[in-house]
């Protein structure tokens, strides 16, 4: 089985958020058909930056001198202790605005309390609600949420902090 | 008219024209030259390429400034407000250095300038090549400085435009050219080319390549400091290496590189020096067992960069960087200085996995392999590379998975160290 390279899965995360964007306004479609390119924009768009999350915590785990905490966030486990008193690693999910956080804080000049203050970590806050929204739905969604404007918000949101993490820790070129 | 003690032709045979004649008796009657105040004659030459004629003279400074124009135009009849010279550019450090060197004296020469009095009359010294030493002379040069100036008379637009065109026409003095000068000032004398005399990166009376490509591939200055320097650095670097994303140095080039010159004046001698010396011939060693295979290997023959892998200035620069960090311990140095006979029929340096490679996410598509461009990302991937090959676990080979591995180990190690620096 062929696998696919999670740096090239990010690219058709961003390119499958774009169709759907795309489509969102246009005359051939109304109603549910709209709504769903919604959700599939921001869903898409909220996974590429997960994945690229991903990417980097992959290349960042190589390094030397982590803390074992370190290391396991990394790995998406936590160090829990066991009834024998012992520390085991436990699977954890984190929340990806989190990990933003722990990855430019430790793998980077920027402090996550500098990070804190930019409108990019507002909107951030504001896309990952949305994307929560839609995600784990309650009993009501709001329809406010299921816009063009919206979903075109988490997109660009996405794309700008993908660029901006690559800039600030894998310097590499930018993947988008 | 000329008078015959005034001015000298360069052939009594060449007639000169009327028009030709009016403008040097002008020249003389009104430039101050040196030849004048000497009470010299003028010497007159003909080129008999673009049919004109010119004079070489001297002026003082003061002279100079006062009748030249830098704002010259091929065409003044129809072009006037166009200038032919460049812009000037105020930050070259050439020009730089110029200005210090006029401030110092220095005598400026062959400054080519068109005698013309049919547009800004008041100056005609038109400036047709050598705006940056003009210039220079006019901000810094003491104003009884003598300069040395060719004066061409009487031209037409397509005579301006050809004297314009040789006089800013220079064939670019190769980099490495410069190095060797500026090695050979040095002293001792010889002292880096008997270095690589001795270890066998030079044959026995044979001097550095002036340019990096040259018909018998023989090494620069600048691949033999480079080597050198970090050498040292390697060796003088006292953290564990092991946990860092240490990039090797690159010698500048184009004359003398401070880092270099720095050890030059410590070390008396490279010979003398042991270590040095046996990591230049296993360098050496290396690069002809990777020359050899390379040229032999039906795959890896069609292309020299491959024979030639080992003398690219990122790998030699990351080896001798290792091969310094590596002293301290002396079981992995031997690995690493083994590795030419550890590959066995194999090139050491693995020339074909190492440009297969791409770091996916990570690397640009253009990018052409580990090994082939210079920058400080490629130098820390190879000096990772030799850093995790010469670990007792590591194969004896370079494979596919050191290189995956030893470039994860460089980037990760480059992200947390620049989250190290600012926390």
Redesign the interface.
């Known amino acids: 089985m062929k696998h696919i390279i999670l740096s090239d899965y990010i690219k058709v995360l961003l390119n499958s958020a774009d169709w759907y964007l795309e489509r969102i306004n246009h005359k051939d479609y109304d109603g549910i058909d709209k709504e769903a390119f919604v959700v599939s924009a921001i869903i898409n768009s909220w996974s590429a930056l997960e994945a690229f999350i991903n990417y980097i915590a992959s290349v960042a785990k190589y390094a030397n001198r982590l803390s074992q905490h370190e290391r396991t966030f990394l790995n998406e486990m936590k160090l829990r202790i066991d009834d024998n008193g012992q520390f085991i690693e436990c699977r954890e999910y984190y929340p990806t605005a989190t990990k933003i956080l722990f990855l430019l804080n430790r793998f980077s000049s920027i402090s996550s309390k500098n990070f804190k203050q930019t409108k990019l970590w507002e909107n951030v806050k504001i896309s990952e609600d949305l994307r929560n929204n839609l995600i784990h739905p309650k009993e009501s969604l709001s329809s406010a949420s299921l816009n063009k404007g919206k979903a075109k918000l988490v997109n660009d949101t996405v794309k700008e902090a993908i660029k901006y993490l690559n800039n600030k820790t894998l310097k590499a070129k930018s993947i988008i | 008219m000329l008078e015959e003690n005034d001015f000298i032709l360069q052939n009594k045979t060449i007639k000169i024209d009327k028009e030709s004649q009016q403008k040097i008796v002008d020249f003389f009657a009104n430039v101050k030259t040196f030849e004048k105040n000497i009470k010299r004659p003028l010497l007159i030459f003909y080129d008999a390429k673009s049919k004109v004629f010119y004079t070489e003279c001297h002026i003082y400074t003061e002279e100079l400034k006062k009748f030249k124009d830098e704002d010259a135009t091929i065409d003044p009849d129809y072009q006037e407000e166009y200038r032919l010279n460049r812009a000037l550019q105020p930050d070259n450090p050439d020009f730089i250095t110029m200005q210090e060197d006029a401030k110092g004296g220095r005598q400026f020469s062959d400054i080519v300038i068109e005698y013309n009095k049919d547009y800004r009359e008041n100056k005609p010294l038109k400036i047709l090549g050598g705006q940056h030493r003009t210039k220079a002379i006019e901000k810094m040069s003491p104003k009884h400085t003598l300069h040395g100036i060719r004066v061409y008379f009487n031209l037409n637009k397509d005579q301006r435009a050809e004297i314009a065109r040789i006089s800013n026409t220079n064939i670019t003095i190769a980099d490495d050219l410069l190095d060797r000068m500026e090695e050979q000032r040095l002293d001792p004398p010889n002292k880096l080319r008997n270095f690589a005399q001795k270890i066998g990166l030079l044959q026995k009376s044979k001097d550095f390549g002036d340019r990096k490509a040259n018909i018998e591939n023989l090494p620069t200055i600048r691949l033999a400091r480079t080597f050198i320097v970090n050498f040292y650095k390697g060796k003088n670097y006292k953290s564990n290496f ?3 994303a240490l990039e090797s140095y690159l010698c500048n080039s184009g004359g003398m590189d401070q880092e270099y010159l720095k050890i030059f004046r410590k070390i008396d001698n490279f010979i003398s020096e042991k270590d040095l010396l046996e990591a230049g011939k296993s360098f050496v060693k290396l690069h002809k067992k990777q020359y050899n295979i390379a040229s032999k290997d039906k795959n890896l023959k069609r292309i020299k960069a491959y024979r030639m892998k080992a003398t690219v200035l990122a790998m030699v620069s990351s080896w001798a960087y290792a091969s310094g960090l590596l002293q301290r311990h002396k079981d992995r140095l031997n690995k690493f200085y083994s590795l030419p006979d550890k590959s066995g029929k194999n090139d050491p340096l693995n020339a074909i996995q190492m440009s297969a490679f791409k770091f ?5 598509e253009a990018y052409r392999g580990l090994g082939t461009r210079s920058d400080s990302k490629e130098r820390g991937r190879l000096v990772m590379i030799f850093i995790e090959y010469s670990k007792e676990q590591s194969k004896d080979i370079i494979d596919k998975a050191l290189l995956e591995r030893a470039v ?2 460089y ?6 160290s ?6």
């Open positions: 092991d946990d860092e996916k996410g990570m690397d640009p994860r180990f980037h990760a190690n480059k992200m947390r620049e989250g190290d620096k600012f926390k």
